[in-house]
């Protein structure tokens, strides 16, 4: 299977700041990544998915301009949550879809906003 | 309606029990099943796949049933490590979209 990181692990911010997260696929060049958000005692929702070399596709209810994605390469995608607010506070998971359409998933970013 | 939907739980258990969980999916053209598993503050990690025919995997066997639209997973002999969510996952569309169920929370209890 894929291997995927994240960094950072966690975060903690103050309101207005922007934060970036990076998610890389460490053995398995992804054309696709796809980045969620979960908050506590909920599901995975999807945020959007990452397209190397092209505009990421959003998730309907999701800002574009809040949650700017970059995939420059077939290996790093990058989630920046801009103007970040204490609602955005949230765990944000990436993931690479391997064999068999089976996804495996980053260890994910903790993000807290005071 | 929601894609993927399953109870919540939590499901209490002794050791030694066995227990199964369900989940419905609402699109008939959903194409892949699969169950993870999501130990707590930590990022969801493949259990098994799916298949038509079923499949078994040690104490772990999943069904699908496409006629009812669910998936099952009936996990034998409980062990206390098996306490985690267990999320059932579908795709559709060519496999471009994954939709997860809010998971169903094991406790296994001494």
């Known amino acids: 299977g894929a291997v995927v990181s994240q960094h950072p692990s966690w975060v903690i911010c103050k309101s207005g700041t922007s934060v970036k997260i990076e998610c890389r696929s460490l053995?398995?060049?992804?054309?696709?990544m796809f980045w969620y958000r979960q908050f506590p005692k909920q599901s995975l929702m999807l945020m959007a998915t990452?397209?190397?070399?092209?505009?990421?596709?959003?998730e309907q209810g999701v800002e574009k301009d809040k949650f700017l994605i970059n995939h420059a390469s077939l290996t790093l995608s990058t989630l920046t949550v801009t103007s970040a607010h204490p609602e955005d506070s949230s765990f944000y998971i990436c993931?690479?879809?391997?064999?068999?359409?089976?996804?495996?998933f980053g260890p994910g970013t903790r993000l807290l906003v005071l | 309606r929601k894609e993927v939907e399953q109870d919540p739980g939590p499901f209490n258990v002794p050791e030694g029990a066995t227990v199964a969980f369900n989940c419905t999916y609402s699109?008939?053209?959903?194409?892949?099943f699969f169950w993870y598993r999501q130990d707590c503050r930590k990022e969801p990690k493949l259990l098994m796949s799916?298949?038509?025919s079923g499949n078994e995997d040690g104490r772990f066997t999943a069904q699908l049933n496409r006629a009812s639209q669910y998936i099952s997973l009936l996990i034998r002999d409980s062990k206390l490590s098996d306490s985690a969510t267990y999320l059932c996952?579908?795709?559709?569309?060519?496999?471009?979209?994954?939709?997860f169920g809010s998971g169903t929370k094991l406790n296994v209890k001494p």
């Open positions: 053995d398995f060049q992804a054309t696709t």
């Open positions: 799916v298949y038509s």
């Open positions: 993931s690479v879809t391997g064999r068999q359409e089976t996804q495996y």
């Open positions: 699109n008939s053209a959903s194409q892949s």
């Open positions: 990452s397209n190397e070399g092209s505009k990421a596709t959003y």
């Open positions: 996952v579908v795709t559709v569309y060519n496999f471009n979209k994954f939709y």
